[in-house]
């Protein structure tokens, strides 16, 4: 309608229209170079707890994340290139449970939808013969009578993950609501933590502002007070506050349309030397922010950070060298040991960070960065975390006491700063040939501007 505003949901409808059209493109080449004529796609089944009548929370997989928003288990997307992709939705005969309604929708316009009770009647709705279609999912009961081509072939599937690190408009539009959703649950968070409250009070904080369950994230919230921080994957969630309040890392994302978030913020409660060490690392963040664009190799990116790293703790004091030193001993993997950054998108940590090429291929990481997720070189439309971090992590700095590298360290600074545990600040950026949209610092300024 000419001059009309167009309503979000009509927007995001036109760009999943789009985004579909490329996904069926991608997966048409797919199948083509690996010879199957049709594709298969599981969402998922509940888990049965052992010796239980209760599920563990559904998960969707995502092969078929790729193609619909939709977080159901037992559904099927088949998909002909030429043809309107087939949805069957499954929607149990179930009186303990509520069964879902049938999907609504920006996207639903898209794709036949076909609603079955359960898996044998899904697959009477779907194409009698499924001997050239590959199938994507889990094996279930009656699995083997279905006939299909090939279960989970390596070579598809590897095809089918490298043209995930490519994101459409549409799954930049979801990727930045996820980030909105996020930032307004960190912002929730921070001020929690301001409060005084707990860990566990801190992340109900967080999902009530994001609006999200728990089992909705895209990962689990790290939310660390004082030297807990120092636990890259900390999982506790201590219900009552510490006696004394010195530091919160918050690591916690939010979803939207499948897209995750991956968002990290430390906050000191006084304004003192770790409050000073915050700043410095925000400003490493935000340089390495400024190398990323089309072109670049990551690895070098990760490189960086370390090089950077090594004159934070050279201007910190935490070494006694200088920072050249400090890189060459390898002193800085004793306070940044994991990857400054991952792929991003349907999954948290997003398929593909090593591929060469579709057809096959690794790209190594450097030596002796062993926890880097991401090697590959930088294409317009990947979309990544910038996460350095500085941390003072017990058992690799009693290592580092044991061998060379201690008369390098500045052990009654560490001592001083250990009960904060450690420093990281992640943002997601959305890769374009010249630089890079940050969409984590966007949404953060379009929340604060709104309250
Ligand atoms: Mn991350």
Redesign the pocket.
């Known amino acids: 309608m000419p001059g009309a505003t167009p309503s979000p949901a009509g927007e995001l409808s036109k760009l999943f229209g789009r985004h579909l059209e490329a996904v069926c493109h991608r997966s048409a080449e797919a199948l083509r170079a690996c010879g199957y004529q049709a594709l298969l796609v599981h969402s998922g089944s509940l888990l049965p707890v052992f010796q239980d009548d209760r599920t563990y929370p559904f998960e969707v997989n995502a092969p078929f994340k790729v193609w619909t928003p939709l977080a159901e288990p037992d559904c099927f997307v088949h998909f002909q290139p030429g043809q309107r992709p087939i949805l069957a939705f499954s929607q149990p005969g179930d009186y303990w449970y509520k069964p879902p309604a049938p999907p609504e929708g920006y996207w639903t316009g898209y794709f036949d939808v076909r609603i079955c009770a359960d898996r044998e009647s899904a697959r009477a709705l779907l194409p009698l013969d499924l001997g050239t279609t590959a199938y994507l999912g889990e094996a279930f009961a009656e699995f083997g009578s279905w006939g299909v081509a090939a279960h989970n072939p390596a070579r598809l599937m590897r095809h089918l993950d490298f043209g995930r690190a490519i994101k459409s408009a549409y799954e930049l539009a979801c990727l930045r609501e996820a980030n909105r959703l996020g930032a307004r649950g960190h912002l929730a968070a921070q001020r929690a933590f301001a409060a005084g409250e707990s860990e566990f009070a801190i992340e109900l904080a967080f999902l009530a502002a994001c609006g999200l369950r728990e089992q909705e994230l895209p990962y689990n919230p790290i939310i660390a007070l004082n030297e807990s921080g120092s636990v890259l994957h900390y999982q506790v969630l201590e219900k009552h506050a510490p006696a004394e309040r010195h530091s919160l890392l918050i690591?916690a994302g939010a979803e939207f349309g499948g897209y995750a978030s991956?968002i990290?913020r430390t906050y000191s409660a006084g304004d003192g030397d770790f409050s000073a060490l915050i700043a410095h690392m925000d400003t490493v963040q935000q340089a390495l922010c400024k190398d990323v664009r089309a072109g670049v190799d990551w690895r070098e990116v990760h490189l960086h950070a370390h090089r950077l790293t090594a004159e934070v703790l050279q201007e910190a004091e935490i070494v006694t060298c200088n920072a050249e030193q400090a890189l060459a001993a390898g002193v800085t993997r004793v306070f940044l040991p994991h990857g400054v950054?991952?792929l991003?998108g349907l999954q948290?940590?997003d398929a593909g960070g090593f591929m060469r090429s579709p057809e096959g291929g690794d790209i190594p990481r450097p030596e002796g960065h062993p926890y880097l997720r991401l090697t590959r070189t930088l294409e317009e439309g990947f979309v990544v975390?910038m996460?350095p971090g500085l941390y003072f992590i017990d058992p690799l700095l009693e290592a580092a006491r044991a061998d060379k590298r201690a008369s390098l360290i500045n052990w009654s600074r560490v001592k001083a700063l250990r009960r904060f545990g450690g420093i990281r600040i992640?943002d997601d950026l959305a890769v374009t040939a010249t630089g890079c949209e940050n969409l984590t610092r966007e949404a953060f300024r379009a929340e604060l501007s709104r309250s």
């Open positions: 690591d991956d990290t950054g991952h991003l948290v940590h975390t996460e992640e």
